[in-house]
Every structure is written in C-alpha cells, then in structure tokens.
C-alpha cells in the first residue's frame, strides 16, 4: 500500500517562503503523475501544481512564478517551494500521485499566511 506523508506546512508572513514534502513510502517511478492540490473549507479542491514522471511541470495561474514543483527520485520525494505567499494561498495542501490504474493522497499539511 502506497503512503504519501507531507511535511512544511506552518504559519508565515506574507511575501514570505515555505516548502511542502511529499514522502512517498515506495519508489515515485510508478507514478505517471505527482501533484499538489489544495482546498478551503468548503470549496472544491483544486489542482495547484504538478509534474510527469519525465518533469514536465504544469501550474495553476494564480501560482505561475511563484511556486515551483521538483522531484527527487533517489529520495522517493516530491516538493512545492512557494515563494511570495499570499494570505490567498492560505489553504489545506494535498499531495496526489498518480498511477494509471488509481491516485493516491496524502493528510494535508495546513498553510496559513497571516501577519
């Protein structure tokens, strides 16, 4: 069974910078997709980032420019460094993966961006 535990989340200052982890417990090769979503209370959940077995990445709009998604795959890891936070980007953050027959998600990790 596959395990994704993420990490990084925290309080922070607008303008200010965290990185989330995605932990996965095998080898992310299996997964055609990682992502990151997030979600508010009561809205859906949306997509925030992603990036392909082979790196291509793709970004919501709102992020472009500021959030940069990466894997390591000797370290089984995904990561979202989010730079210049907005209280906006203030939500709960899931990290997805992907294979071709189902995806998996991790708990969440809360980021909160407040003065």
């Known amino acids: 069974q596959v395990q994704l535990v993420e990490s990084g989340g925290g309080l922070v200052q607008p303008g200010g910078s965290l990185r989330l982890s995605c932990a996965a417990s095998?080898?992310?090769?299996?997964?055609?997709?990682m992502g990151w979503y997030r979600q508010a209370p009561g809205k859906q959940r949306e997509l925030v980032a992603s990036?392909?077995?082979?790196?291509?990445?793709n970004y919501v709009d709102s992020v472009k420019g500021r959030f940069t998604i990466s894997r390591d795959n000797a370290k089984n890891t995904v990561y979202l460094q989010m730079n210049s936070l907005k209280p906006e980007d203030t939500d709960v953050y899931y990290c997805?993966?992907?294979?071709?027959?189902?995806?998996?998600w991790g708990q969440g990790t809360q980021v909160t961006i407040s003065s």
């Open positions: 997805n993966a992907r294979t071709v027959v189902t995806d998996y």
């Open positions: 095998g080898s992310v090769l299996i997964f055609t997709v």
């Open positions: 990036i392909t077995k082979d790196g291509r990445t």
